[in-house]
């Protein structure tokens, strides 16, 4: 039987050592979870172990293939340039060794439930959910795709449960920062606030949305606002990493699933899940070429898994 590749988790890196324990404690967990292969894991920056050391504790172990998983929620700088860039620079280095490159974790379904949990735990049981306003602060990024990535999360979060609004912000390099994210709540009416940080553990940046959050508080006290935990070390991460390394082994670096309402059952639209596809008319074409269009442009795939 041929041995199964190595699992290397990439990492961004803090200054926050909490936050940085937290990581390794997370790459520890999953090679409990999973003994039958290596597990190593590094950071970009900031923080050790570097990348290019799980790397070589990896092939001091044995190991000549691997899949990376990159930690991280969106698609930035990190993940599409720095982690590719680091993983050729180990290759030069440990002539030999092959790899394959996973997705990025977000905005898959299993961190939606995990969000929604943490709000239900500084929402008021009372409070209907049309009365809550929730503000997403993710990282910032100057990649607007990275951007972009965070207001599709706020957008699938708000689908199908209820909260008066969904609204993003960022705490760092990408407007609206966190007051302007308040501001705006409040000019769409907004009475209650929860703050619920997109980062998957502690660290400087979600402290300081936490920090922020509680000054705009104090200098508006006619509008209740709450902060929320972030992610943390959950079930549904360690089995959502999982996910990404089988996807690489295998090669199956898909369009986007995990939010397909023919795949997942999201929130107020259960009944769609195995759906069979139909080609339909989109009465706004020219022409009669465009009939046989797929929905979901070519998402063709089998739905009814």
Not at 175 to 183: A, H, R, S
Not at 230 to 245: A, H, K, N, S, T
């Amino acid at each position: 039987m041929t041995t199964p590749p190595a699992l290397l988790i990439a990492g961004h890196g803090t200054r926050d050592e909490a936050g940085a324990e937290a990581f390794r404690d997370f790459v520890r967990e999953l090679g409990r979870r999973h003994p039958e292969l290596p597990v190593a894991g590094g950071f970009i920056e900031l923080s050790p172990p570097p990348l290019g050391d799980a790397v070589t504790e990896l092939v001091e172990r044995g190991v000549r293939r691997f899949a990376a998983v990159p930690l991280m929620l969106v698609s930035a700088g990190h993940a599409k340039g720095d982690i590719p860039a680091a993983l050729s620079r180990e290759k030069e280095r440990h002539p030999g060794i092959s790899y394959t490159y996973g997705r990025p974790l977000g905005p898959h379904p299993a961190l939606l439930r995990v969000l929604e949990r943490r709000l239900a735990e500084v929402v008021d049981p009372s409070w209907d959910p049309s009365e809550v306003t929730v503000l997403l602060v993710g990282r910032g990024s100057t990649d607007p795709d990275a951007n972009a990535e965070v207001f599709k999360a706020a957008r699938l979060l708000w689908e199908g449960r209820g909260y008066a609004a969904v609204e993003t912000a960022f705490v760092s390099l990408a407007e609206p920062d966190v007051p302007g994210g308040l501001d705006r709540c409040v000019r769409l009416g907004a009475r209650r606030v929860v703050v619920l940080p997109y980062f998957l553990f502690t660290g400087i940046l979600p402290d300081r949305v936490r920090h922020q959050t509680e000054e705009w508080a104090a200098a508006h006290p006619e509008t209740e606002v709450r902060s929320a935990d972030v992610i943390g070390p959950e079930p549904e991460l360690l089995d959502l990493v999982w996910e990404r390394y089988e996807e690489a082994v295998k090669g199956d670096l898909r369009m986007n699933c995990d939010s397909c309402v023919y795949r997942i059952a999201l929130p107020g639209f259960e009944d769609k899940v195995g759906l069979p596809q139909q080609p339909h008319f989109h009465p706004d074409d020219d022409g009669d070429h465009h009939h046989g269009h797929h929905h979901g442009h070519g998402h063709a795939h089998s739905h009814a898994h």
